[in-house]
């Protein structure tokens, strides 16, 4: 019996040798906030739009922003979008769908507490639906191994934003996603790319580490009258009547200029720009 | 409005961080775990020696249902694809992968399943308030099985079974076995006690525990089987050993210079003073 046993063992073992490495990233993982911070938690200040590739659409767009849309009930319960959802401060349930017959991974879903942002990441190589099919909050994503890094492409996506400040996204962004992971600790890469509202593509990481704590709340959310307005009122600013927009510089005794963002604010040598 | 904005921010993050707070301790145990063999290795791997029954609970029937098990029954078709059943799997050498199903809405788990890689080994853990089937409800080999948290440790309670197994060796359980697990993580390490009554079969609770070590490798291979002939036999041949006439069944006391009485298991084989008594 002893070598019958021994040789099942041995094919077991040789079965359970991975074909090629998949990291696994299934659990509750809590984002770090090591990493821009101010701009994560509190939040970003009005007019902060620093190192970031925009373009003049983008910065028109923000400028006519105000804060107080928020509290008009169709906008209460917006989940963040995948362009935005990672750089927040809830926690990150990762889970796993795989074929039953075959054992390969079809699907991860994603979750983030606040606004129940759930995603579905395709791994079973389906192609993107056509232009016209619905564009949503979290998009069409389909992702792929390279190595044991998860590359994620992202499209579908309804208008959203990358900076909650009024730094919007046109429903023609793309995002590319790396999630690469160092034993507890998880590093999650985004790039975005958009025809309209960016010149350059925003590249930004998100770190997060595992936890061994499942629960996590719901998130119903109802809206409510929280200011009483006339029909059709929509908090806004007109073109340059933004009082607000130059109190970053202000603030923090920064050239205008440099706080209006664009790609080569991102730059080193665009110090030396501001500083003559 | 600056002010009106942070402030805004501010009281939102609050509610989130209010929000987020766990309602009641639950460790979460998805992913993927491989085994620890510190324990109970020559058992759980190369296999258990015919006729060790040492330190094991066993009634006389489970005794002699062990005595005239035949190692080459796994040779027949009809056995050849058996899973193991849970009140074994876990002993076994195959990863463990754990999995969350969890209520949209209320965002309560609501369902754990478990897949052991060795002959695709499924089970569902119900989490929720689903039934417990009638006693004429199929068993089956993983049985039905329904969890609770106690603290941040995952209870679970399992019956329903098909008639299976506790040993490799031919010591059987019958299908009216119950087994209570109790599954607790220590950061990446997972200790699974698992707890066996079976009112035929087993005098007293059989107590094991197993380890398991977080992996980061999520692949896992499919384990499909089919059987084969793999030996010749007549119609209705069955291998077994009669009552008295298993000739193996010795060899393992001789092997160790044990004396048999002890290698026949039993409640008593599993305390201290039995070693004083066979000294006697």
């Not at chain 2, 160790?256 to 409640?267: D, F, I, S």
Request: aromatic residues 8%.
């Amino acid at each position: 019996m002893n070598r019958r046993t021994a040789s099942l063992i041995a094919v077991t073992l040789l079965v359970s040798a991975p074909a090629f490495a998949q990291a696994d990233l299934s659990g509750v993982w809590a984002p770090l906030m090591h990493e821009d911070q101010p701009e994560r938690g509190p939040g970003p200040e009005i007019g902060d739009y620093l190192g970031l590739p925009i373009t003049a659409a983008m910065r028109l767009r923000a400028e006519s922003w105000d804060a107080s849309l928020l509290t008009v009930p169709e906008h209460q319960c917006k989940p963040h979008p995948s362009t935005y959802g990672f750089r927040g401060v809830g926690n990150l349930r990762i889970t796993t769908e795989v074929d039953p017959d075959t054992q390969q991974v079809t699907k991860l879903f994603t979750h983030i507490a606040w606004q129940e942002q759930e995603r579905e990441i395709w791994m079973d190589g389906r192609p993107h639906p056509p232009e016209f099919a619905p564009h949503t909050w979290q998009g069409f994503s389909t992702g792929h191994w390279e190595g044991n890094v998860l590359v994620v492409e992202t499209d579908h996506l309804k208008a959203g934003w990358i900076r909650r400040n009024g730094l919007a996204l046109t429903d023609q962004a793309h995002m590319t996603e790396r999630f690469i992971r160092h034993g507890d600790v998880l590093t999650h890469v985004y790039m975005i790319e958009d025809p309209y509202y960016l010149s350059e593509p925003l590249i930004k990481t998100n770190g997060f580490r595992l936890t061994t704590d499942l629960t996590m709340a719901p998130y119903p959310c109802a809206s409510v009258l929280e200011v009483v307005r006339e029909d059709g009122e929509v908090p806004h600013h007109l073109p340059d009547r933004n009082p607000f927009v130059g109190s970053f510089a202000a603030k923090h005794n920064l050239p205008a200029e440099a706080a209006s963002g664009g790609a080569e604010t991102a730059l080193p040598e665009y110090m030396k720009k501001t500083k003559r | 409005m600056h002010r009106h904005f942070v402030t805004f921010s501010t009281v939102f993050v609050l509610m989130l961080a209010a929000a987020a707070t766990p309602a009641s301790a639950q460790v979460d145990l998805s992913g993927v775990w491989a085994p620890l063999f510190h324990e109970d290795q020559p058992e759980r791997v190369p296999g258990p020696e015919v006729g060790d029954y040492a330190g094991l609970p066993i009634t006389d029937a489970e005794r002699l249902r062990g005595e005239s098990w035949d190692a080459s029954i796994l040779t027949l078709p009809e056995h050849q694809c058996k899973p193991h059943p849970s009140t074994y799997g876990f002993r076994g050498v195959g990863n463990l992968r754990i999995v969350n199903v969890v209520d949209d809405e209320t965002q309560q788990l609501t369902k754990i399943f478990t897949h052991i890689q060795w002959q695709e080994q499924e089970r569902e853990i119900w989490m929720d308030d689903h039934p417990v089937p009638p006693e004429f409800a199929a068993h089956t080999w993983q049985g039905f099985s329904k969890g609770h948290w106690e603290g941040n440790t995952l209870v679970v309670e399992t019956d329903h079974l098909k008639a299976g197994w506790i040993r490799r060796n031919g010591l059987a359980l019958s299908d009216k076995a119950h087994m209570t697990e109790r599954f607790i993580r220590h950061g990446n390490l997972l200790t699974h006690v698992y707890i066996i009554e079976d009112p035929y079969y087993l005098s007293e609770p059989l107590i094991k525990t197993n380890g398991f070590q977080l992996t980061s490798d999520l692949t896992m291979q499919p384990y499909p089987c089919q059987s084969v002939i793999e030996v010749q036999r007549e119609d209705g041949d069955v291998p077994h050993n009669l009552p008295g006439k298993n000739p193996y069944i010795n060899d393992y006391a001789k092997k160790h210079n044990l004396p048999v009485e002890a290698t026949r298991g039993g409640a008593e084989t599993a305390l201290p003073e039995f070693a004083k008594k066979i000294r006697k």
